[in-house]
Structures are given as C-alpha cells and as structure tokens.
T-cell receptor
Framework: DAKTTQPPSMDCAEGRAANLPCNHS???????VYWYRQIHSQGPQYIIH???NNETNEMASLIITEDRKSSTLILPHATLRDTAVYYC?????????????FGDGTTLTVKP | NAGVTQTPKFQVLKTGQSMTLQCAQD?????MSWYRQDPGMGLRLIHY???????DQGEVPNGYNVSRSTTEDFPLRLLSAAPSQTSVYFC???????????????FGDGTRLSIL
C-alpha cells in the first residue's frame, strides 16, 4: 500500500469549508483513496473513498488530482462536531482489504 | 444490527498474564483486522484475516496471536502481557468478494488495555 503524508494539524472556523490535503505520490493505478475520521477515542469512522473521479456524499467531497498524487477532503460547512483526527489511506481494493495502513492523520480543530 | 462488537471495553492486567480480546461482526464480512493505537498516534496493524481459516501478520505482530475459525469472530490473544502492550485495541471488518472489494472498513469501539 502507498504511503500518505498529511499535515499534523489544521484549524477551521465554524460554518466555513474545511479542506484537508493528503499527498500520496507513490499511489498505484489500482489503489483507492479512503478517508476516515476518529472523534475523541472512538473507533475510526468511514467518510468517503474514490479511485480517480471526484466523489461526494452526505458527509464530504473528495477531490483527487488528475495525476492521482494528491487529494483533498472537503467538509463544506464545518461544525464543532467535526473536530477530529482525519486519516487518509490508500490501498488496493481487491486484495488486502483488511490490511490498511494508517498514518498519524490530521487533527482538525473547528473553532466557534 | 450490531456491527462490530468488541469485549471487554476496559481491562487491566499484570505483566505476564495472558488474555483474549474478543471481536465479533454480524455483517458476514470476509475481512477482519486488529489495530493498536498508542496515545497521540495513529493506528498500527497487528494481524488481519481475509477469511475463515486464513490469517496474516501486519506491522506489529509480536506478542499477539490470532485465529479465525468462523466468519463472525476474530479473537486477539496476548500470550504474556508486557507494559509496552498498554494501548487501545480496535477491531475492524470489511466485505471481500462479490463486487464489494472496495468497500470501507467498519470499526468497533475499542478495548482499552492497561498492563501494570
């Protein structure tokens, strides 16, 4: 699985968009990009994933660059409850699905 | 639908004791994994399984054993607990084949383990 690089921390004002970057310059053509978040000490929660097209769901949007070497998770209207550690991981989908490597993530703090 | 259930939620052990952390999922997922999370750090993969009867090592397997006799259960055994194994342990599951291979992992709420 490709390695990812994320900034250790970011701040965002409540109600504004939070844009969390992730670098995965060694990503392979068959690797998906997944985003999870961990609120306080709970188990990680899935947010969104994609292969090469941009994706949107009820929680967030995922923008993947054309060369797939980086991506951005967008929380369109951040709330205080979005304060969490956000993890970007990449993995081959059809094999090793249970073998995901998590880095240290980005701690997002949403401020009033 | 319970999802991924981990027991116990908290446990204190003495050095040298053994114990088993339980993990069960009711989603008929093929893939299951165990992670540990030390304070202020990300998750590190201990062991994982791609189906009943098949297990493999992750990044930090030493001191831990696993088995997968059924699809539902994936227990993690500490053979001789050491203070360095004080951590929060998370179990996760995800679908495998049948066109669901790119689906995300579902995590349990964790077991907080302290070794004295």
């Amino acid at each position: 699985d490709a390695k990812t690089t994320q900034p250790p921390s970011m701040d965002c004002a409540e109600g504004r968009a939070a844009n969390l970057p992730c670098n995965h310059s060694t990503i392979s053509g068959n690797e998906y990009v997944y985003w999870y978040r961990q609120i306080h000490s709970q188990g990680p929660q899935y947010i969104i994933h994609g292969l090469k097209n941009n994706e949107t769901n009820e929680m967030a949007s995922l923008i993947i660059t054309e060369d797939r070497k980086s991506s951005t998770l967008i929380l369109p209207h951040a709330t205080l409850r979005d304060t969490a550690v956000y993890y970007c991981i990449v993995r081959v989908a059809y094999t090793n699905a249970g073998k995901s490597t998590f880095g240290d993530g980005t701690t997002l703090t949403v401020k009033p | 639908n319970a999802g991924v259930t981990q027991t116990p939620k908290f446990q204190v052990l003495k050095t040298g004791q053994s114990m088993t952390l339980q993990c069960a999922q009711d989603m008929n997922h093929e893939y299951m994994s165990w992670y540990r999370q030390d304070p202020g750090m990300g998750l590190r993969l201990i062991h994982y399984s791609v189906g009943a009867g098949i297990t493999d090592q992750g990044e930090v397997p030493n001191g831990y054993n696993v088995s997968r006799s059924t699809t539902e259960d994936f227990p993690l055994r500490l053979l001789s607990a050491a203070p360095s194994q004080t951590s929060v342990y998370f179990c996760a599951s995800s679908p495998g084949t049948g066109g669901l291979f790119n689906q995300p992992q579902h995590f349990g709420d964790g077991t907080r383990l302290s070794i004295l």
